[in-house]
């Protein structure tokens, strides 16, 4: 029941994904379709939060430094509760308070504005050492994509919450093996992923990333790690629940024609049907 429920989490997550890109036209579909399932267990599993007081501060912090994924973390709070859904037809547009890159400053539910890779786990770090002082239990999650394992900011983050044992900073890593300027592995090879992290002295757990069992397994062993900081790295698949959108080429920000809109609905609702 626990999984059949996270799974329908992430077919709605994946459904508002796909209605907010139409009003664009265009976007970071592709990256929204592949961290649906993260986000349906990160929302609806792991996190301690109030839907009705996103400001609470007991809650656990969930920092989106990926600032071009918003358009998947808008969806993953309405399905919380934190954001009306209705709401999520202003993606993009003037005056919303969902612009197309995360911004703390306009979006309930946003923790930081992200942008320019490599700044989310830093400020993980600092927020981490704040609520350790504090005495307070909140953890502190922070999703971020294989390309900010390019920049050695991560790194240095990296260190500093190893050297303090921050063992309420969980790092998600996305890697979707894809960048603006092509493969991962061919803009700058980043692997093996699992043995770096863990030559950092965080404690390191890798999963495929679009199975909803796998990641209540990691999750659930994570929250019970103490001494160090973790981190779950999760394969995932550009567009993953709609073929037509899984095959693109140029899958990094995906423009889509306005007939193909409700062939992806319609194919992510034939996935669903056979699950």
């Known amino acids: 029941m626990r999984v059949r429920a996270l799974r329908d989490a992430a077919h709605r997550i994946r459904h508002h994904a796909l209605d907010m890109g139409e009003v664009q036209g265009q976007g970071y579909i592709g990256q929204a379709l592949g961290v649906a399932d993260i986000l349906a ?22 920092l989106l430094s990926v600032g071009h994924y918003a358009i998947a973390l808008y969806a993953a709070l309405a399905e919380a509760g934190i954001l009306d859904p209705e709401e999520l037809a202003t993606y993009g547009s003037d005056d919303s308070r969902l612009p197309m890159s995360g911004m703390a400053s306009y979006t309930p539910g946003m923790e930081i504005s992200g942008g320019s890779l490599g700044h989310g786990l830093g400020i993980a770090a600092g927020m981490a050492l704040g609520l350790r002082h504090q005495g307070s239990e909140a953890r502190v999650y922070n999703l971020l994509s294989d390309g900010e394992l390019d920049e050695g900011s991560t790194w240095e ?55 909803i069992g796998a990641l209540v397994d990691a999750f659930d062993a994570l929250r019970a790690h103490r001494g160090s900081p973790s981190v779950l790295i999760c394969d995932t698949r550009i567009g993953r629940g709609v073929p037509l959108l899984e095959t693109r080429e140029k899958a990094h920000f995906m423009r889509v024609e306005e007939h193909e809109w409700q062939l992806a609905r319609d194919e992510l609702a034939q996935g669903r049907d056979v699950q």
């Open 41 to 62: 267990v990160a929302y609806k599993d792991v996190l301690n939060y109030r839907a009705d007081e996103p400001d609470w501060p007991e809650r656990d912090r969930f």
């Open 157 to 211: 983050a990296a260190m500093l919450c190893a050297h303090h044992g921050l063992d309420n900073v969980t790092a998600i890593v996305d890697v979707n093996a894809l960048q603006a300027d092509g493969p991962t592995a061919g803009v700058l090879r980043t692997e093996p992923v699992t043995e770096k992290w863990e030559a950092f002295g965080w404690h390191a757990i890798r999963v495929d990333g679009n199975d």
